[in-house]
Protein backbone atom coordinates (compact mmCIF):
# COMPACT_ATOMS: atom_id res chain seq x y z
CA UNK A 1 0.00 0.00 0.00
CA UNK A 2 1.59 3.15 -1.11
CA UNK A 3 0.40 5.32 2.20
CA UNK A 4 0.63 2.60 4.75
CA UNK A 5 0.92 4.30 8.46
CA UNK A 6 5.07 3.90 9.35
CA UNK A 7 4.11 3.40 13.37
CA UNK A 8 6.20 1.32 15.14
CA UNK A 9 8.19 0.37 12.20
CA UNK A 10 9.26 4.07 12.50
CA UNK A 11 10.47 3.54 16.08
CA UNK A 12 12.46 0.39 16.04
CA UNK A 13 12.81 -0.86 12.48
CA UNK A 14 16.24 -1.81 11.23
CA UNK A 15 18.52 -0.11 13.86
CA UNK A 16 19.71 -3.50 16.11
CA UNK A 17 21.37 -4.40 12.79
CA UNK A 18 24.23 -1.77 13.15
CA UNK A 19 24.46 -2.58 16.54
CA UNK A 20 27.84 -4.05 16.83
CA UNK A 21 29.67 -2.99 13.74
CA UNK A 22 33.42 -3.40 14.51
CA UNK A 23 34.04 1.01 12.99
CA UNK A 24 37.14 2.29 13.62
CA UNK A 25 36.10 4.87 15.91
CA UNK A 26 34.11 5.18 18.46
CA UNK A 27 30.45 5.70 17.58
CA UNK A 28 28.58 8.39 19.32
CA UNK A 29 26.42 6.99 21.45
CA UNK A 30 23.86 9.71 21.69
CA UNK A 31 21.42 8.55 23.79
CA UNK A 32 20.32 9.35 27.66
CA UNK A 33 18.58 6.35 27.99
CA UNK A 34 19.82 2.39 27.35
CA UNK A 35 17.73 -1.07 27.65
CA UNK A 36 17.49 -3.22 29.99
CA UNK A 37 16.38 -6.98 29.26
CA UNK A 38 14.57 -7.93 32.28
CA UNK A 39 13.47 -6.42 35.64
CA UNK A 40 15.85 -8.63 37.06
CA UNK A 41 18.87 -6.77 35.10
CA UNK A 42 17.09 -3.14 36.00
CA UNK A 43 17.33 -3.83 39.70
CA UNK A 44 20.64 -5.21 38.96
CA UNK A 45 22.14 -1.82 37.84
CA UNK A 46 20.78 -0.23 41.50
CA UNK A 47 22.21 -3.29 43.06
CA UNK A 48 25.75 -2.92 41.47
CA UNK A 49 26.40 -0.70 38.72
CA UNK A 50 29.96 -1.13 37.49
CA UNK A 51 29.62 -2.00 34.05
CA UNK A 52 25.89 -1.29 33.59
CA UNK A 53 24.17 1.62 31.70
CA UNK A 54 21.01 3.11 33.03
CA UNK A 55 20.84 6.90 32.34
CA UNK A 56 23.59 9.56 30.39
CA UNK A 57 23.54 11.78 33.42
CA UNK A 58 25.35 8.67 35.03
CA UNK A 59 27.32 7.11 32.15
CA UNK A 60 27.73 6.99 28.43
CA UNK A 61 30.03 4.81 26.29
CA UNK A 62 31.53 8.09 23.97
CA UNK A 63 32.05 9.65 26.96
CA UNK A 64 33.96 7.27 29.28
CA UNK A 65 36.05 6.89 26.04
CA UNK A 66 36.55 9.64 26.34
CA UNK A 67 37.63 9.81 29.59
CA UNK A 68 39.85 6.93 29.30
CA UNK A 69 41.63 8.70 26.75
CA UNK A 70 42.32 11.66 29.14
CA UNK A 71 43.40 9.66 31.95
CA UNK A 72 46.06 7.35 29.98
CA UNK A 73 47.21 11.23 28.70
CA UNK A 74 47.48 12.32 32.37
CA UNK A 75 48.70 8.84 33.50
CA UNK A 76 46.00 9.00 36.00
CA UNK A 77 44.01 6.23 36.59
CA UNK A 78 40.55 7.51 35.94
CA UNK A 79 39.02 11.51 34.64
CA UNK A 80 35.80 12.74 34.33
CA UNK A 81 34.73 14.66 31.95
CA UNK A 82 32.19 18.08 32.12
CA UNK A 83 30.27 20.45 29.79
CA UNK A 84 32.82 23.39 30.81
CA UNK A 85 36.01 23.67 32.43
CA UNK A 86 34.19 26.04 34.49
CA UNK A 87 31.75 22.66 35.54
CA UNK A 88 35.18 20.82 36.18
CA UNK A 89 36.54 22.85 38.17
CA UNK A 90 33.25 23.57 40.36
CA UNK A 91 32.46 20.10 40.36
CA UNK A 92 36.86 19.32 41.76
CA UNK A 93 36.14 21.70 44.55
CA UNK A 94 32.51 21.07 45.81
CA UNK A 95 33.18 17.45 45.85
CA UNK A 96 36.41 17.96 48.28
CA UNK A 97 35.33 21.05 50.52
CA UNK A 98 33.22 21.45 53.41
CA UNK A 99 32.31 24.36 55.43
CA UNK A 100 34.79 24.97 57.45
CA UNK A 101 37.43 23.78 55.32
CA UNK A 102 40.54 26.36 54.26
CA UNK A 103 41.16 26.47 50.03
CA UNK A 104 44.51 28.19 49.50
CA UNK A 105 44.57 29.13 45.80
CA UNK A 106 47.25 30.69 43.98
CA UNK A 107 46.33 34.56 43.29
CA UNK A 108 47.43 34.37 39.55
CA UNK A 109 44.31 31.88 38.78
CA UNK A 110 41.86 31.97 35.47
CA UNK A 111 39.32 35.02 36.36
CA UNK A 112 36.34 32.93 37.08
CA UNK A 113 38.14 30.75 39.11
CA UNK A 114 38.82 33.64 41.13
CA UNK A 115 35.44 34.67 41.73
CA UNK A 116 33.98 31.10 41.95
CA UNK A 117 35.88 30.07 44.96
CA UNK A 118 35.77 34.20 46.23
CA UNK A 119 32.22 34.90 45.88
CA UNK A 120 30.20 31.10 45.73
CA UNK A 121 32.54 28.65 48.07
CA UNK A 122 32.83 31.43 50.33
CA UNK A 123 29.07 31.92 50.74
CA UNK A 124 29.35 27.88 52.04
CA UNK A 125 31.62 28.54 54.81
CA UNK A 126 34.92 27.43 52.67
CA UNK A 127 37.71 29.62 54.10
CA UNK A 128 39.43 30.88 50.87
CA UNK A 129 43.41 32.25 51.09
CA UNK A 130 44.46 33.52 48.05
CA UNK A 131 48.58 32.74 47.54
CA UNK A 132 50.79 34.86 45.47
CA UNK A 133 51.96 32.83 43.15
CA UNK A 134 55.58 32.08 43.69
CA UNK A 135 54.86 31.27 47.42
CA UNK A 136 52.61 28.28 47.09
CA UNK A 137 55.12 25.28 48.68
CA UNK A 138 55.70 27.97 51.43
CA UNK A 139 51.84 28.32 52.69
CA UNK A 140 51.23 24.49 51.69
CA UNK A 141 54.18 24.05 54.39
CA UNK A 142 52.91 27.05 56.67
CA UNK A 143 48.89 25.95 56.25
CA UNK A 144 46.63 26.70 59.37
CA UNK A 145 44.96 23.47 60.53
CA UNK A 146 41.57 22.60 58.41
CA UNK A 147 43.56 23.22 55.34
CA UNK A 148 41.99 20.82 52.82
CA UNK A 149 42.84 21.88 49.05
CA UNK A 150 45.68 23.90 46.56
CA UNK A 151 44.41 24.91 43.70
CA UNK A 152 47.15 26.67 41.30
CA UNK A 153 47.40 26.82 37.77
CA UNK A 154 50.47 26.62 35.52
CA UNK A 155 51.49 28.03 33.28
CA UNK A 156 49.66 30.98 34.14
CA UNK A 157 47.45 33.85 31.96
CA UNK A 158 48.69 35.78 30.47
CA UNK A 159 52.70 36.19 31.33
CA UNK A 160 53.10 32.52 31.56
CA UNK A 161 54.85 31.99 34.81
CA UNK A 162 55.58 28.67 35.93
CA UNK A 163 54.67 27.12 39.07
CA UNK A 164 57.22 24.12 40.81
CA UNK A 165 54.91 21.99 40.46
CA UNK A 166 56.96 18.71 42.14
CA UNK A 167 57.87 21.20 44.99
CA UNK A 168 54.24 22.59 45.66
CA UNK A 169 52.91 18.88 45.36
CA UNK A 170 55.57 17.74 47.77
CA UNK A 171 54.80 19.94 50.41
CA UNK A 172 50.67 19.46 49.98
CA UNK A 173 51.59 16.14 50.65
CA UNK A 174 53.52 16.43 53.94
CA UNK A 175 50.41 18.16 54.75
CA UNK A 176 47.94 16.06 53.97
CA UNK A 177 46.43 18.39 52.00
CA UNK A 178 44.73 17.70 48.33
CA UNK A 179 46.89 19.33 45.42
CA UNK A 180 44.91 20.68 42.16
CA UNK A 181 46.37 22.36 39.31
CA UNK A 182 44.89 23.85 36.32
CA UNK A 183 47.02 22.73 33.27
CA UNK A 184 44.89 24.15 30.63
CA UNK A 185 47.95 26.07 29.24
CA UNK A 186 50.59 23.47 29.41
CA UNK A 187 48.40 19.92 28.28
CA UNK A 188 49.53 16.72 28.66
CA UNK A 189 52.34 16.91 25.99
CA UNK A 190 53.90 19.75 27.72
CA UNK A 191 53.52 18.65 31.46
CA UNK A 192 52.11 15.77 33.26
CA UNK A 193 51.56 16.93 36.43
CA UNK A 194 50.24 13.57 38.12
CA UNK A 195 53.31 12.08 37.75
CA UNK A 196 55.02 14.64 39.81
CA UNK A 197 52.56 14.33 42.44
CA UNK A 198 49.55 16.63 42.09
CA UNK A 199 46.55 14.72 42.91
CA UNK A 200 43.89 16.05 40.74
CA UNK A 201 44.91 17.50 37.08
CA UNK A 202 42.09 20.05 35.50
CA UNK A 203 41.54 21.09 31.90
CA UNK A 204 39.19 23.61 30.15
CA UNK A 205 39.44 21.43 27.33
CA UNK A 206 37.49 23.78 25.47
CA UNK A 207 40.81 25.20 24.58
CA UNK A 208 44.24 22.35 23.31
CA UNK A 209 42.66 18.98 24.77
CA UNK A 210 39.83 19.63 21.85
CA UNK A 211 41.45 22.14 19.78
CA UNK A 212 39.02 23.49 17.54
CA UNK A 213 37.43 26.06 19.22
CA UNK A 214 33.97 24.21 18.96
CA UNK A 215 33.04 22.90 22.05
CA UNK A 216 32.85 24.09 25.70
CA UNK A 217 34.51 20.77 27.30
CA UNK A 218 36.12 20.13 30.96
CA UNK A 219 37.76 17.03 32.65
CA UNK A 220 39.60 16.66 35.93
CA UNK A 221 42.00 13.76 36.28
CA UNK A 222 43.02 11.63 38.88
CA UNK A 223 43.25 8.48 40.90
CA UNK A 224 40.04 6.52 41.48
CA UNK A 225 39.35 7.40 45.45
CA UNK A 226 39.95 10.86 44.46
CA UNK A 227 37.85 10.90 41.31
CA UNK A 228 35.25 8.85 43.38
CA UNK A 229 33.29 12.26 44.83
CA UNK A 230 34.08 14.49 41.97
CA UNK A 231 31.70 11.85 39.85
CA UNK A 232 29.01 12.14 42.79
CA UNK A 233 28.79 15.93 42.47
CA UNK A 234 28.52 15.44 38.43
CA UNK A 235 25.79 12.73 38.59
CA UNK A 236 23.83 14.62 41.05
CA UNK A 237 24.63 18.19 39.98
CA UNK A 238 24.72 17.23 35.92
CA UNK A 239 27.60 19.04 34.28
CA UNK A 240 28.58 16.12 32.50
CA UNK A 241 29.71 16.25 28.99
CA UNK A 242 27.32 15.53 25.77
CA UNK A 243 28.47 12.44 24.17
CA UNK A 244 28.58 14.37 20.46
CA UNK A 245 31.10 16.55 22.31
CA UNK A 246 32.80 13.43 23.80
CA UNK A 247 33.25 11.93 19.97
CA UNK A 248 35.31 15.66 18.81
CA UNK A 249 37.25 15.42 22.02
CA UNK A 250 38.44 11.95 20.89
CA UNK A 251 39.28 13.17 17.41
CA UNK A 252 40.65 16.44 19.05
CA UNK A 253 42.86 14.38 21.40
CA UNK A 254 44.01 12.07 18.41
CA UNK A 255 45.95 15.51 16.94
CA UNK A 256 47.20 16.85 20.33
CA UNK A 257 50.54 15.61 20.28
CA UNK A 258 51.27 17.54 16.40
CA UNK A 259 49.42 20.35 17.33
CA UNK A 260 51.13 21.40 20.73
CA UNK A 261 54.71 20.50 18.95
CA UNK A 262 53.66 22.68 16.11
CA UNK A 263 52.51 25.41 18.49
CA UNK A 264 55.27 25.31 20.66
CA UNK A 265 57.65 25.53 17.96
CA UNK A 266 55.97 28.19 16.31
CA UNK A 267 55.29 30.34 19.67
CA UNK A 268 59.08 29.84 20.29
CA UNK A 269 59.95 31.39 16.67
CA UNK A 270 57.59 34.19 17.02
CA UNK A 271 58.79 34.92 21.04
CA UNK A 272 62.26 35.13 19.61
CA UNK A 273 61.53 37.23 16.89
CA UNK A 274 59.25 39.39 18.43
CA UNK A 275 61.61 40.21 21.64
CA UNK A 276 63.92 42.64 19.26
CA UNK A 277 61.30 44.42 17.45
CA UNK A 278 61.13 48.22 18.47
CA UNK A 279 57.90 48.84 19.12
CA UNK A 280 57.81 45.78 21.96
CA UNK A 281 59.16 46.41 25.65
CA UNK A 282 59.09 42.58 26.17
CA UNK A 283 57.76 39.11 25.34
CA UNK A 284 56.32 37.14 27.95
CA UNK A 285 57.18 33.17 27.30
CA UNK A 286 58.95 30.89 29.45
CA UNK A 287 61.38 29.26 26.87
CA UNK A 288 62.73 32.94 26.73
CA UNK A 289 65.61 33.39 28.66
CA UNK A 290 64.31 36.58 29.30
CA UNK A 291 61.75 35.04 31.39
CA UNK A 292 61.86 35.06 34.95
CA UNK A 293 61.07 31.10 35.52
CA UNK A 294 62.85 30.33 32.18
CA UNK A 295 64.96 27.68 34.06
CA UNK A 296 62.38 26.32 35.40
CA UNK A 297 60.28 25.75 32.99
CA UNK A 298 62.95 24.36 30.93
CA UNK A 299 63.81 21.87 33.25
CA UNK A 300 59.93 20.95 33.63
CA UNK A 301 57.86 21.58 30.69
CA UNK A 302 58.20 19.67 27.31
CA UNK A 303 57.69 22.71 25.58
CA UNK A 304 56.82 26.86 26.23
CA UNK A 305 53.35 26.52 24.76
CA UNK A 306 51.63 27.80 22.45
CA UNK A 307 50.92 30.87 24.29
CA UNK A 308 52.78 34.68 23.93
CA UNK A 309 52.22 37.98 25.40
CA UNK A 310 53.74 40.95 23.92
CA UNK A 311 54.14 44.31 25.81
CA UNK A 312 53.45 46.78 23.44
CA UNK A 313 55.69 49.86 23.69
CA UNK A 314 53.63 53.13 24.66
CA UNK A 315 50.72 50.65 26.81
CA UNK A 316 47.33 50.65 26.02
CA UNK A 317 46.30 53.06 22.84
CA UNK A 318 49.44 51.73 20.64
CA UNK A 319 48.31 48.15 22.05
CA UNK A 320 44.66 48.58 20.51
CA UNK A 321 46.38 49.89 17.14
CA UNK A 322 48.41 46.58 16.82
CA UNK A 323 45.01 44.37 17.82
CA UNK A 324 43.23 46.14 14.92
CA UNK A 325 45.47 45.93 12.35
CA UNK A 326 45.94 42.00 12.85
CA UNK A 327 45.19 40.37 9.37
CA UNK A 328 45.80 36.97 10.10
CA UNK A 329 45.27 36.43 13.34
CA UNK A 330 42.07 36.70 14.43
CA UNK A 331 40.77 39.04 17.54
CA UNK A 332 39.14 37.01 20.12
CA UNK A 333 39.57 35.88 23.31
CA UNK A 334 39.93 31.89 24.38
CA UNK A 335 42.97 30.09 23.23
CA UNK A 336 44.12 26.32 22.08
CA UNK A 337 42.82 26.23 18.87
CA UNK A 338 43.82 26.00 14.96
CA UNK A 339 43.43 29.68 14.36
CA UNK A 340 45.59 31.98 15.59
CA UNK A 341 43.99 34.44 18.26
CA UNK A 342 44.48 37.93 19.83
CA UNK A 343 43.49 39.67 22.98
CA UNK A 344 44.22 42.37 25.23
CA UNK A 345 43.81 41.17 29.16
CA UNK A 346 42.66 44.44 30.68
CA UNK A 347 39.65 44.69 28.35
CA UNK A 348 39.30 40.87 28.40
CA UNK A 349 40.16 38.10 30.69
CA UNK A 350 41.66 40.96 33.28
CA UNK A 351 38.84 43.40 32.71
CA UNK A 352 37.95 43.25 36.90
CA UNK A 353 40.72 43.47 38.22
CA UNK A 354 42.47 46.16 40.22
CA UNK A 355 45.73 47.62 39.50
CA UNK A 356 47.16 45.89 42.34
CA UNK A 357 46.15 42.74 41.24
CA UNK A 358 47.55 43.69 37.34
CA UNK A 359 50.60 44.89 39.24
CA UNK A 360 51.22 41.89 41.45
CA UNK A 361 50.73 39.83 38.11
CA UNK A 362 52.58 41.78 36.12
CA UNK A 363 50.08 42.77 33.60
CA UNK A 364 50.63 46.09 32.21
CA UNK A 365 47.99 47.90 30.09
CA UNK A 366 50.05 47.50 26.80
CA UNK A 367 49.65 43.54 27.13
CA UNK A 368 48.28 41.68 23.67
CA UNK A 369 48.45 38.14 24.01
CA UNK A 370 48.61 35.77 21.24
CA UNK A 371 47.72 31.79 21.23
CA UNK A 372 49.45 30.79 18.40
CA UNK A 373 47.43 28.18 15.77
CA UNK A 374 48.77 26.33 12.81
CA UNK A 375 49.24 28.98 10.38
CA UNK A 376 52.59 29.27 8.52
CA UNK A 377 55.02 30.58 11.20
CA UNK A 378 56.54 32.75 8.77
CA UNK A 379 53.13 34.01 7.97
CA UNK A 380 52.31 34.59 11.33
CA UNK A 381 55.60 36.86 12.14
CA UNK A 382 54.77 38.28 9.41
CA UNK A 383 51.68 39.64 10.05
CA UNK A 384 52.45 40.38 14.00
CA UNK A 385 55.41 42.64 12.31
CA UNK A 386 53.02 44.59 10.07
CA UNK A 387 50.47 45.01 12.98
CA UNK A 388 53.74 46.27 15.48
CA UNK A 389 54.23 48.76 12.40
CA UNK A 390 51.03 50.06 12.96
CA UNK A 391 51.24 50.58 16.99
N1 LIG B 1 40.98 27.45 33.15
C1 LIG B 1 41.68 28.21 32.28
C2 LIG B 1 43.15 28.30 32.42
C3 LIG B 1 41.02 28.90 31.27
O1 LIG B 1 41.72 29.66 30.41
C4 LIG B 1 39.61 28.80 31.18
C5 LIG B 1 38.86 29.52 30.14
O2 LIG B 1 39.38 30.39 29.47
C6 LIG B 1 38.93 28.00 32.10
C7 LIG B 1 39.65 27.34 33.07
C8 LIG B 1 37.45 27.85 32.05
O3 LIG B 1 37.11 26.92 31.07
P1 LIG B 1 35.73 26.94 30.25
O4 LIG B 1 35.67 28.23 29.50
O5 LIG B 1 35.85 25.73 29.40
O6 LIG B 1 34.63 26.83 31.26
Not at 12 to 38: K, L, M
Not at 52 to 73: D, H, Q
Not at 95 to 111: E, K, P
Not at 224 to 233: I, S
Request: hydrophobic share 45%.
Amino acid sequence: MANQKLGTLAVHGGEDQVWSVPAVNTPIYQTTTYRFDSAADAAAYLDAPDGKWLYSRLENPTVIAAERKVALLEGTEQAALFASGMAAIHAALVAHLAAGDTLLVADTIYGQTTRLVRTILTRFGVKVVEVPLQRLAEAAAAAPAGTRALLFETPTNPTMRVVDVAAVAAACRARGILSMVDATFATPVNLRPATLGVDLVIHSATKYLNGHCDHLAGAVAGNKPLLAPVLEVRRTAGGTMDPAVAYDLIRGMKTLEVRIERQNATALRLAEALEHHPMVARVHYPFLRSHPDHDLARRQLGGGGGVLSLSVKGGFEPCCRVHDALRIVARASSLGGVESLASIPVISSHRNATDAELAAQGIDRGLLRVSVGLEDPGDLLADLTQALGRA
